[in-house]
């Protein structure tokens, strides 16, 4: 079992930045694919990007160039720096893991979730 859990959400204007984090418990976190994900009210939760086991990454289109995914396997943690945010990045974003070591961009491939945290852009 992994539990997951988000930080770092919160209130910034458009061109700010944040930062997101989740922690995983568990001793097998390096060998999992882990993703962000979000969703905006009225809309479906869509994928934002991914790191696999090897330190892989992949991006949603509509974020590239201004959000990177990286991790931590010894602090078993993924992070999102998020940059140039505008309003349409206003969403709960979830953190989720894959018990398969590479990249998924369906949201039911993924096992583990955290609870979300909420970004709120301001235009």
């Known amino acids: 079992q992994v539990q997951l859990v988000e930080s770092g959400g919160g209130l910034v204007q458009a061109g700010g930045s944040l930062r997101l984090s989740c922690a995983a418990s568990g001793r097998t976190f390096s060998t999992y694919a882990m993703a962000w994900f979000r969703q905006a009210p009225g809309k479906e939760r869509e994928f934002v990007a991914a790191?696999?086991?090897?330190?892989?990454?992949y991006y949603a289109q509509f974020v590239q160039g201004r959000f990177t995914i990286s991790r931590d396997n010894a602090k078993n943690t993924v992070y999102l720096q998020m940059n140039s945010l505008n309003a349409e990045d206003t969403a709960v974003y979830y953190c989720?893991?894959?018990?398969?070591?590479?990249?998924?961009?369906?949201?039911?491939?993924?096992?583990?979730w955290g609870q979300g945290t909420q970004v709120t852009v301001s235009s």
């Open positions: 989720a893991a894959r018990n398969k070591g590479l990249f998924n961009p369906r949201s039911d491939e993924y096992h583990y």
């Open positions: 790191i696999n086991w090897s330190g892989s990454t």
